[in-house]
């Protein structure tokens, strides 16, 4: 049966169709996930972060978060890319206990602050648990986090285009095969248009391949070289989360960014789903989850874990929203945690590929934005709203690189994103004239697509 959301109807699907469903999330988060690890190895001079663990966090992560939440958010937690600066300075740091240590010894350290930076979330959850979600939502309206929620989604657009510049005709055919399942699809076909777009534009680059074609700086579309070297089975190196002053003041400091961003995500999702997920399970729940996959990630060698836009974005395209879903594909990056010939196989799409597909998913989180603002008939012939959402969207992409301040002679960097949250509160906080007054009046609040009160909300509709 169909179950009516603000966002539309729900995609009836059997117990048979999930484990693809399951698939296509998993080929949504498997780039960026992996990417995080190879950078950091990077850094590290290839004594770095392990693909193996990385992939067994994220999937352990997910469903730890599903179990902190009821089982209710369908959220998948990848690698977060805000941390990668904190690595890139631990790895060079060479004072104190760092001095004359490897690049392989001063890991467990930046693990180390990712624990305590992970534990750091439970501190907003009480905050938010002890004041109250209604309180906390005045300073979150429509016209602070639909913005938000399109900065997510534009924020992201850069890597996209960087991705399918590589080989521009294999990512527009990826794209085009996506776009085509979803406009006229029929069935199945229409609710998995991203994992029939990765299979057969990969096929296609199979065929370009052997047709002597190569990507647009003379490189081989597909790199098959750690295929054949991969073993079929391997445990995940775990690395023990060792603990420095030094290094938490890099690490524990980005979770204030992360945070933040996590209040948009769980935005994005509640707005791409049509529920509140902000009240229930409730947004100390989604912070608790995401902060203790974090906390246990850095603890055995992993990166920190955060909500992915790229499933939202899957969500958003397929109206598929069961959660059962999210878990399926968590178990598959466990799964190919312990196969690393599979892993080396995903890990082997072609980057255009993965551009070409987040040309569309990218997009739709932007889109779910500005729905979010249409909605919730958010009036910006009002100047202050006006104001607030203008203010958001030039910090949020404006501030490319974020700002960075030091602090105690340790730099810490705001992303723009987490900028453009707390430009937004603070503004929407001191301005006068609010025309949306969270909770107060629950008629207004149904109208606009929210209410604390389901038994008032059925009252209203029935009137």
Request: net charge neutral.
């Amino acid at each position: 049966m169909e179950k009516k959301t603000n966002s539309g109807a729900t995609t009836t699907i059997s117990t048979k169709q999930k484990p693809i469903l399951g698939l296509q999330h998993m080929f949504a988060m498997f780039g960026a996930t992996i990417l995080v690890p190879i950078l950091v190895s990077g850094y590290f001079h290839g004594e770095g972060l392990s693909v193996q663990t990385t992939l067994v966090c994220a999937g352990v992560g997910t469903l730890l978060f599903h179990a902190i939440t009821k089982g209710n958010v369908p959220a998948f937690l990848g690698s977060s890319f805000a941390f990668l600066g904190g690595f890139a300075t631990i790895a060079e740091l060479n004072q104190g206990r760092f001095e004359g240590m490897t690049y392989g010894e001063k890991l467990p350290y930046a693990c180390g602050g990712i624990v305590i930076a992970g534990l750091l979330y439970f501190v907003l959850a009480a905050l938010f648990k002890v004041v109250g979600v209604k309180k906390v939502m005045r300073f979150l309206p429509p016209v602070v986090t639909g913005p938000m929620i399109i900065c997510i989604g534009l924020n992201l657009a850069p890597s996209a285009i960087a991705n399918c510049s590589v080989n521009w005709p294999l990512a527009l055919i990826a794209a085009g095969i996506v776009i085509v399942c979803n406009i006229w699809g029929k069935g199945m076909i229409k609710i998995i248009p991203i994992l029939i777009g990765v299979v057969a534009s990969y096929l296609i680059a199979l065929a370009m391949q052997a047709m002597g074609l190569t990507n647009a700086d003379g490189s081989a579309i597909i790199n098959t070289a750690t295929i054949g070297s991969s073993n079929w089975f391997g445990l995940p190196p775990l690395i023990l989360a060792k603990f420095d002053v030094s290094a938490i003041l890099v690490m524990a400091p980005i979770a204030i960014a992360t945070m933040m961003e996590h209040i948009g995500d769980i935005s994005a999702i509640s707005a791409t789903v049509g529920e509140n997920f902000i009240e229930n399970p409730g947004l100390h729940r989604t912070l608790i989850g995401d902060g203790l996959a974090t906390a246990l990630a850095g603890l055995v060698g992993g990166p920190a874990n955060t909500t992915y836009g790229e499933n939202t974005g899957v969500l958003a395209l397929s109206k598929v929203y069961d959660p059962m879903v999210i878990r399926l594909a968590a178990c598959y990056a466990i799964a190919l945690g312990f196969v690393p010939k599979l892993s080396s196989v995903i890990g082997s799409m072609p980057t255009a590929i993965i551009g070409g597909i987040s040309l569309v998913l990218y997009g739709m989180i932007s889109a779910i934005g500005i729905r979010n603002l249409v909605e919730n008939h958010v009036d910006l012939t009002i100047p202050r709203n006006l104001i607030v959402l203008a203010a958001i969207m030039v910090v949020g992409l404006g501030f490319t690189d974020g700002v960075t301040f030091t602090v105690a002679g340790t730099p810490i960097t705001l992303t723009a994103l987490a900028l453009a949250a707390i430009v937004g509160i603070v503004l929407n906080a001191l301005f006068p004239g609010k025309d949306y007054d969270f909770g107060a009046h629950p008629e207004g609040d149904i109208n606009s697509g929210v209410s604390f009160n389901d038994s008032v909300a059925e009252k209203f509709k029935k009137d």
